[in-house]
T-cell receptor, first 113, second 116 residues
Framework: KNQVEQSPQSLIILEGKNCTLQ??????????LRWYKQDTGRGPVSLTI?????NTKSNGRYTATLDADTKQSSLHITASQLSDSASYIC????????????FGQGTELSVKP | GAVVSQHPSRVICKSGTSVKIECRSL??????MFWYRQFPKQSLMLMAT?????????EQGVEKDKFLINHASLTLSTLTVTSAHPEDSSFYIC????????????FGQGTRLTVV
């Protein structure tokens, strides 16, 4: 069974600090891996998309890494802001799934002033 | 960037009534759209895959007669919750993939359904 495990489940940090969220997955065959941010009561918003051949990708203060060999990914948030408080979800995409995404539990991040 | 519009954002209905939720891709065509449901503090759960011009594909455990999906055009899919019950109260979200690029999935804003 394909699984996605994210850690930590929840995280509280102070504004301005950095943090790293982890994702371990077992999906195969692998097409790409996405990180989404979901604010409470809103739809997910894409942060990064990486194919299996990419090791790192940045989007502003967000930097995602991918190790396709060990099936691990991370999302690093630099200089956190209060608006970063949200759920962050790692979504590996199976090949030939026609765009169907299977979401894990995500990491609930809370940034405090 | 591509936008997916979902309407309504919130709806309250009485038990036994039906509610229709619309999902539109505003500036791209989407032959496939997806419908998700999310309960508080839980992850998005895929309900069904909506295919333009054909029947939707439902995930295991999702009642197709209760959650009617219609994908009549390349920019519009609708989800109708029929004979709603309080346990159907949830957050419903649609997503669409740009048929032209087929690389990104864009999500609607979500619909908060409360059945009283």
């Amino acid at each position: 069974k394909n699984q996605v495990e994210q850690s930590p489940q929840s995280l509280i940090i102070l504004e301005g600090k950095n943090c790293t969220l982890q994702c371990n997955y077992t999906v195969s065959p692998f097409s790409n891996l996405r990180w989404y941010k979901q604010d409470t009561g809103r739809g997910p918003v894409s942060l990064t998309i990486m194919t299996f051949s990419e090791n790192t990708k940045s989007n502003g203060r967000y930097t995602a890494t991918l190790d396709a060999d060990t099936k691990q990914s991370s999302l690093h948030i630099t200089a956190s802001q209060l608006s970063d408080s949200a759920s962050y979800i790692c979504v590996p995409l199976l090949r030939d799934q026609g765009g169907k995404l299977i979401f894990g539990q995500g990491t609930e991040l809370s940034v405090k002033p | 960037g591509a936008v997916v519009s979902q309407h309504p954002s919130r709806v309250i209905c009485k038990s036994g009534t039906s509610v229709k939720i619309e999902c539109r891709s505003l500036d791209f065509q989407a032959t496939t759209m997806f419908w998700y449901r999310q309960f508080p503090k839980q992850s998005l759960m895929l309900m069904a895959t909506s295919n333009e011009g054909s029947k939707a594909t439902y995930e295991q455990g999702v009642e197709k007669d209760k959650f009617l999906i219609n994908h009549a055009s390349l920019t519009l899919s609708t989800l109708t919750v029929t004979s709603a019950h309080p346990e159907d109260s949830s957050f419903y979200i649609c997503s669409a993939t740009d048929t032209g690029t087929n690389t990104e999935a864009f999500f609607g804003q979500g619909t908060r359904l409360t059945v009283v």
